[in-house]
Structure formats: C-alpha cells, structure tokens
C-alpha cells in the first residue's frame, strides 16, 4: 500500500526548566503547509518538544508515511 508522505518538522522550548514555554510543528503535504502551535505557563524544555511531536502527528487526518524533523536528543 502506498501512503501518502508528509515531513513534520518540530521544536519545542522554555525560559527556565520549569518556566515558561512554548512548542511548534510545521507539517509539509506536498504543496500544502500546515502550522501549529502551543504555550503552556509552566513546563520543561522535554515536555514542550515531545507535546510538539505528539500535536504534529494528531494533526494527521488519516494514515500517512511520516518523516518526524526534531533536534531533540530526548525524542
């Protein structure tokens, strides 16, 4: 079966560990570019990059071949 392909691309950040922070996933389909993002107000750095990963592959809306981009060791 072929699926489709799509390239998620993810970060994930917080001032202090635990702070503040945020995380982010660009997903590419194609021509399509899909961007998303979060905050939480108090966190860790890990946790926003695995949130980052986890909302990029729910954003998903059905099975697809996923190359998942981070620069988290952690992942």
Known sequence: ???PEVVIYTDGACSGNP???GWA???IFGPH???ISGYEHATTNQRMEVTAAIRGLEALKRPCSVKLHSD???L
Do not use: C, D, F, W
Request: hydrophobic residues 40%.
């Open 19 to 21: 702070g503040p922070g």
């Open 72 to 74: 988290s060791a952690y």
């Open 1 to 3: 079966m072929n699926l």
């Open 33 to 35: 570019r899909k961007e």
């Open 25 to 27: 996933a660009v997903l």
